[in-house]
C-alpha cells in the first residue's frame, strides 16, 4: 500500500515480485491517483503503473480516489481501504514509515494501519458512524467478510533507519529498475521538475548504491530493507540466516 504510484515500486518492487515468484498472490494499492504531480497526470500515470504492475507480475493493482496532497487518516478514508482488504484479505501488508518528508508518506502509514484494524471489525458498516460515508461504499463494505492481515510490515527505503530484516532482491534488482523506469513522464529528463528528480542516467546509480548498501547489510548483494514493531520468533537458532562473524 503506497499514496502514489511509483512508491511501491522505488520501496519495495523488488521483494513484491520475488514474493509473486515463489508463487505468492501480491497486489498494490495505490491511494491517490497522483494528479499533483510536477511531472505527467494522473491519466499518464495510471498507464505506467499498469506496465510497472506487469513487470512485477502483481495479481491486481487498484486506485483508490484520495485527494493527491491530501491523504488524511480521516473515517471515511479508512473505511476504504478497509473494503479493499476485506476484498483481497491479504495476509501481509507492506506500508511506507511512519516518517518521513512527504507527508502523504508518512500519513499512508497511519491510516493504512488503522484501516487494517477497522476490516477485521464484524459490524463495520452496520452503525451510524458511517454516516459521513459514501453509501456506496458502505453497501460494498457490508457484503464482505472481516478480515486483518497477520502481519503489517514498514519499508524504510527512504528513512534513515536501522532496518529489522532486509530481503534478498539480488535476482529482481534488473526488473525492479525496469518497473521504475515504466515511469517515463516522471523519471525522463525534462525541464520541469530537473531539480527534484534525478536525471535518468543517474537512476540506475541511485537505486543499485541503495540496494546494494542493505545488501551488503546481510551479505548480498542488493537488498530492500523493512521494519517490524513486534519482536522476531525464533524456534531454532542453527536456522538463524546471516553470519556473525
Avoid at 103 to 108: G, K
Avoid at 209 to 233: C, D, R, T, W
Avoid at 234 to 242: E, F, G, K, T
Wanted: aromatic residues 8%; charged residues 25%; neutral net charge.
Amino acid at each position: 500500500m503506497a499514496a502514489h504510484r511509483d512508491d511501491v515500486e522505488q520501496t519495495c518492487g523488488g521483494t513484491l515480485l520475488k514474493m509473486a515468484r515463489q508463487g505468492a498472490c501480491t497486489g498494490i494499492l495505490d491511494l491517490t491517483q497522483g494528479e499533483l504531480g510536477t511531472r505527467g497526470s494522473a491519466e499518464s500515470r495510471a498507464r505506467e503503473a499498469g506496465e510497472a504492475a506487469r513487470i512485477l507480475q502483481v495479481a491486481w493493482r487498484e486506485v483508490l480516489d484520495i485527494p493527491d496532497g491530501r491523504v488524511e487518516n480521516t473515517y471515511p478514508n479508512r473505511v476504504k481501504i478497509a473494503r479493499v482488504i476485506r476484498e483481497q484479505r491479504p495476509r501481509v501488508v507492506i506500508l511506507p514509515y511512519w516518517k518521513g518528508r512527504h507527508p502523504d508518506h508518512y500519513s499512508c502509514a497511519t491510516v493504512g494501519y488503522e484501516a487494517c484494524f477497522l476490516a477485521g471489525l464484524r459490524r463495520l458498516g452496520h452503525t451510524a458512524a458511517t454516516q459521513d460515508v459514501d453509501s456506496f461504499e458502505i453497501h460494498r463494505l457490508r457484503n464482505l467478510e472481516p478480515h486483518r492481515p497477520f502481519k503489517i510490515v514498514y519499508a524504510t527505503l527512504y528513512y534513515d533507519l536501522r532496518p529489522t530484516f532486509v530481503v534478498d532482491i539480488t535476482a529482481e534488482f534488473e526488473a525492479k529498475l525496469e518497473s521504475i523506469y515504466a515511469y517515463k513522464e516522471q523519471f525522463s529528463d525534462q525541464p520541469e521538475g530537473s531539480k527534484d528528480f534525478p536525471a535518468h542516467a543517474e537512476i540506475r546509480e541511485r537505486v543499485a548504491s541503495m540496494a546494494h548498501s542493505y545488501g551488503m547489510l546481510v551479505g548480498v548483494k542488493y537488498g530492500e530493507p523493512f521494519f517490524q514493531k513486534e519482536v522476531g520468533l525464533v524456534d531454532d537458532l542453527r536456522l538463524v540466516p546471516v553470519q556473525s562473524i
